[in-house]
Every structure is written in C-alpha cells, then in structure tokens.
C-alpha cells in the first residue's frame, strides 16, 4: 500500500473539533480511501475581543490506488 498525505486548514465558527470535521468533510468530496487524520495546530481569528472562527491545521492520509 502507498500513502498521501495532504495538509488542509478547516475552519468552523462554533469550535477546533468542527474545524478537523470540516476539513476532513472537505477533503472526502474529491479524496477517497481516507486512512487517517493528524491536528498539527490549532489557531483563531479574533473580532471584537471573542473568538470569531477556529482554524485547525490538518494532514490528512489516503491510500493512493493504483
């Protein structure tokens, strides 16, 4: 088996779990075979004082088919 990895940031405004939810989401529209999902990092934009959108930062694993 050979494995792809791509890096994705996904952002949600509720939180950093919806934030991987959604890059992972994301991707599965045009990656099949999706092994795996590593956070390297989590950041947020700020407005007005208060969180405003979630970001995460993720490599997501796929099986390459042949």
Known sequence: MVV???ELVG???HN???AVDNAVLEAAKTVSDILGVEVTNFTANIENGHIAEYKADVK???QVNH
């Open 11 to 13: 952002t949600s405004r």
């Open 60 to 62: 997501i694993a796929f």
């Open 4 to 6: 792809k990895v791509i």
């Open 16 to 18: 950093w779990t919806d």
